[in-house]
């Protein structure tokens, strides 16, 4: 029910240009769990994020896609994600190369919806990033006698501490581990024990990460975030609001007439999303030449191409709108920080370990989870012509006469149209087919009368009238090719192809297995993240296992999360890994 609200407001707000002032409620809000605080180059931050809300914590159902972003203290943002929520929720990382300097940064959450309330209120965790590389800034002379580091005046001294073991308890739920201390490549049996005959469903995440004296910012756990609940901000829509991404991804821009005589109102505007799972969508733009999309499903798209249609399209260009973002200088950072000679030791040995362990890539990589495969929009009407089944002709027209019989095609001096002929009606419109081929609508389809046949898996072909949101098409004539990656020689000013931020794929985190030892005995294992399950399910009782590496010390166990219900679980154990063989 609260979602057809949303979706009723910003059909309102996307259609009418009068609107009667009315109130809605924000209530959203974001929690991320991630890995660690303090990071060296050469090592990844993993992060997962719950839209929940504001009030009660329970998962929010209004957006669909969220944001996170590492920003430094100059406001500039070092990396950011775009990210498809499932039940609330999504995962990433970002890896902290050698380019990216010594310094404090945020890690902040936010989705569109979450940005119209204060910057303040966007959930923002403090992260120290330590580059050793990194060259000192050279001296500069203060007087004849004293040179000082420029650096050193701006920066407070932070002091070595012990490590700090603090335990987190639930009542719901308990962590049991086999033992507490493991030798080297041991295997760890971890259980989630609940205090309920059938555990609590909800979304966790669980991290197994080795901690040092680096350890200098606390993260705030999900217990701490829900003790700060907020309460409904009312938003007016007669001031300018940002809307919720409701179904999916927005892009939203507006077509720009070269003439000012020319409407801007009513035009077509085509999305295409080209790839393996494409995506084409059409809308008209309204009175001031503004347009939406929306993606409700998860398209994975090798190049996203938007174009004026019509026989006026010559006449427009098109433009995106900016990415809505926070307010940047807004955000809070802690004074720049120097290192102590005593964290020299713990610094080498992060960085050995980091080098070593990326030297090893190749042999421990996270695998992209392939993401569902999408039917095309016009399935399962079309007729396939897969042309593995006959014999293969090298041009289109000689395919379209042997094979695809129900195209057909005119040729005008140098120019070419595609036609499907639908046999059920006596009458044939003029009008051409719409051609795409790997999702690309093509206008002009010149290009696929000298395109190697060999490259093509199939032609689908659908006869008849067909509407692609409020366009209507003489039938449709889509060609697939092998590998999925077909790219337009086209240029016109009608055409654009932004580079745009797309969600992040969904990965499956590297897990080592040493049962059998000697498999691996010539490569070493350096790794202080130990695991990561962003997507943790324990529902099902079994037990939870990984091994131990080659770097002995203490590691903290994690586990971060919110009930069905909106109750907070956060729990932190510990277990210590010995080199036996020193001994």
Not at 57 to 75: G, M, Q
Request: proline letters at 4%; hydrophobic letters at 35%; charged letters at 25%.
């Amino acid at each position: 029910m609260e979602r057809i609200k949303y979706l009723l407001l910003l059909i309102l707000l996307i259609n009418t240009k009068q609107i009667v002032a009315q109130e809605v409620s924000l209530n959203e809000t974001l929690f991320i769990h991630a890995n660690a605080t303090t990071f060296v180059s050469g090592e990844t931050l993993l992060y997962k994020i719950y839209c929940l809300k504001n009030t009660d914590k329970t998962p929010s159902t209004i957006s669909k896609i969220a944001y996170v972003e590492l920003v430094d203290s100059h406001s500039n943002v070092v990396f950011k994600n775009k990210l498809r929520l499932e039940n609330s929720s999504a995962s990433g990382d970002f890896f902290i190369p050698t380019t990216v300097k010594t310094g404090n940064y945020k890690l902040i959450g936010y989705t569109n919806w979450t940005l119209n309330s204060s910057t303040s209120k966007i959930f923002q965790t403090d992260v120290k990033i330590i580059n050793p590389y990194e060259v000192a800034e050279t001296n500069v002379v203060k007087d004849k006698n004293t040179t000082v580091n420029t650096t050193s005046e701006k920066a407070i001294l932070l002091t070595a501490s012990p490590i700090n073991k603090e335990e987190l308890v639930d009542n719901n739920f308990k962590i049991n581990v086999n033992k507490k201390t493991f030798s080297n490549r041991e295997k760890v049996v971890l259980e989630i024990a609940s205090a309920n005959a059938v555990p609590e469903k909800g979304n966790y995440s669980l991290s197994v990460r080795k901690i040092d004296n680096l350890s200098f910012t606390k993260q705030p756990t999900a217990s701490e975030f829900y003790k700060n609940s907020g309460s409904i901000e009312t938003l007016n829509t007669k001031e300018k609001i940002i809307l919720p991404e409701l179904r999916g991804e927005m892009i939203s821009g507006r077509i720009i007439p070269k003439d000012n005589s020319s409407s801007v109102q009513n035009i077509n505007v085509a999305l295409s999303l080209t790839g393996k799972s494409f995506a084409f969508k059409v809308v008209k733009t309204d009175a001031a030449g503004h347009f939406t999309f929306n993606l409700d499903k998860n398209y994975v798209g090798n190049e996203t191409v938007l174009q004026v249609l019509g026989e006026q399209k010559e006449s427009f260009t098109i433009e995106l709108d900016k990415m809505n973002e926070p307010e940047y200088y807004k955000l809070s950072f802690q004074p720049n920080f120097r290192l102590p000679i005593e964290f020299k030791e713990t610094l080498l040995e992060r960085s050995i370990a980091s080098q070593i362990e990326n030297a090893y890539y190749l042999n421990k990589t996270d695998s992209i989870i392939k993401p569902e495969k999408i039917d095309p929009f016009y399935s399962p009407l079309a007729k396939e012509y897969n042309l593995k089944d006959f014999t293969r002709f090298p041009t289109l027209k000689e395919t379209i006469i042997e094979i695809a019989t129900v195209v057909s095609y005119k040729q005008n001096g140098k120019n070419y149209s595609l036609h499907v002929v639908d046999y059920s009606t006596t009458f044939q419109s003029p009008e051409p087919a719409l051609v795409i081929i790997d999702g690309l609508m093509l206008q002009n389809v010149n290009e696929l009368f000298t395109y190697n046949m060999d490259n093509v898996r199939s032609i689908n072909v659908l006869t008849g009238g067909y509407y692609v949101g409020p366009k209507v098409f003489n039938g449709i004539v889509s060609i697939i090719t092998e590998e999925g990656n077909y790219v337009s020689p086209q240029k016109e000013n009608y055409i654009l192809k932004p580079a745009l931020l797309r969600p992040s794929l969904k990965k499956s985190y590297y897990k080592a297995d040493y049962a059998d030892s000697a498999k691996y005995e010539r490569i070493p294992d350096y790794r202080s993240q130990l695991f990561w399950n962003p997507e943790l399910d324990f529902s099902n009782g079994k037990s939870i296992t990984f091994f131990t590496s080659d770097l002995s010390g203490t590691y903290e166990i994690s586990m971060e999360g919110f009930t069905e219900k909106g109750n907070p679980v956060s729990i932190k154990d510990y277990i210590e890994i010995k080199d036996i063989s020193s001994n």
